[in-house]
């Protein structure tokens, strides 16, 4: 059946998505990277519902309420970058990267604006030190890192497939190089891309991506005919650039069947870290954000709390959620509250403002 028109506008869409990324990461600032959960309750209390700041000690300690980790520096990075050039320019973002963020780096975790530097990103500072061009500095890293970035490279290209595929692949490339990551990774942002579009966050969504692989739009190898159906004729070659398979482009609406289906239960929605797992890899977080936002769907305020309430690798957790509820929901979505209460609110709407109006 076709699908009812969303009143959400595209513009508010891709507001949303930015605005609820930035939020999500900055939820979190404070209760970030706690494995043990009694450790969490005992610090923040039985339900953190807004923006605190980090403890003596922690991974952001000496930040305030409402600033953005170093994730959000570089989703913010990105974006201006996409706004000034007009669209993504490669070189653009490498030289912004050298000349904004690795001068304030040394190399070390707990290191940098914004506080934790990860390992991705402390490769890439080593080798580009140590004199190795860009092109050479990726490292084997499997965290959401690339994705918390790219998605704002998705939100610019959502209404052109190919081209998102072609420069978020290229822009995880710069600092992941596994494979599995890059697949997962693409897929997220092929997500993205879509929600934005204002296509449901259900069970055909994964069969609509497919489709884009048959088409050629999303670089994807595969031999069946449909979604899974049986193979037809003979198997076409892999291609360069192209990833050797399409699973993780199917992981988004299994999760969303299980998300409102009445045999599976998660209660409350924040143990969705125990069952996905709370560490920082994308194949823990990928499905924890799919699942928030299939739960929740445009309800970004409930999406993202129950990121942060999760535990662990939250920040990731609650950053994928915000930009997926937000795609959903739009800007009309968030909570003043949470736009407010950003340490850099007025240049985080300016940039989502931005974007949104190049994009169309």
């Known amino acids: ?33 706690y494995y043990d959960l009694d450790a969490l309750r005992r610090d923040y209390g ?11 000690g922690r991974y952001h300690e000496g930040l305030s309420a409402g600033a953005s980790s170093q994730a959000g520096f570089i989703l913010a990075l990105t974006t201006r970058s996409l706004v000034e050039r007009g669209g993504y320019d490669e070189a653009d973002f490498c030289a912004r990267m050298d000349r904004e963020l690795f001068p304030l780096l040394d190399g070390t975790p707990m290191a940098g604006p914004g506080g934790y530097t990860s390992q991705s990103i402390r490769e890439a500072w080593r080798k580009r030190h140590a004199g190795l061009p860009w092109g050479q500095v990726a ?81 994807f190898h595969t031999v069946t005919s449909g979604e899974l159906d049986v193979p037809q004729g003979a198997e076409a070659p892999l291609q360069a650039g192209q990833f050797a398979s399409p699973d993780a482009l199917l992981t988004v609406s299994s999760i ?23 560490p920082c890899a994308v194949y823990h977080q990928f499905p924890a954000a799919y699942y928030l936002a299939a739960r929740f769907q445009g309800d970004v305020e409930l999406g993202v709390l129950n990121a942060v309430n999760a535990g662990g690798q939250n920040q990731a957790r609650a950053m994928l959620t915000g930009a997926l509820c937000g795609a959903i929901g739009g800007l009309e979505a968030i909570p003043a509250r949470f736009i407010t209460g950003l340490q850099n609110e007025k240049e985080y709407l300016a940039l989502a403002e931005a974007l949104a109006r190049q994009a169309g």
């Not at 039985?46 to 003596?56: E, G, L, V």
């Not at 969303?256 to 996905?276: C, F, M, N, Q, T």
């Open 139 to 219: 490292g084997l890293a499997d965290n959401t890192e690339a994705a918390e970035r790219v998605l704002a490279i998705a939100l610019r290209y959502a209404g052109e497939p190919a081209r998102l595929a072609k420069h978020v692949s290229s822009n995880v490339a710069l600092t992941q190089r596994d494979p599995t990551v890059g697949a997962m990774t693409l897929a997220f942002a092929a997500v993205l891309g879509q929600l934005v579009n204002g296509v449901a966050l259900d069970g055909d969504l994964s069969g609509r991506l497919m489709g884009m692989v048959k088409s050629g739009e999303l670089p």
């Open 1 to 33: 059946m076709p699908q009812t028109p969303s009143p959400v506008s595209k513009k508010s869409r891709i507001q949303g998505a930015l605005l609820g990324a930035f939020i999500g990461d900055a939820l979190a600032l404070g209760p970030h990277w």
């Open 256 to 278: 969303a069947r299980a998300a409102h289906d009445p045999g599976v239960a998660i209660e409350p929605a924040s143990k969705v870290g125990l069952v996905y797992g709370l």
């Open 46 to 56: 039985d339900w953190i519902s807004d923006y605190t700041a980090p403890k003596p």
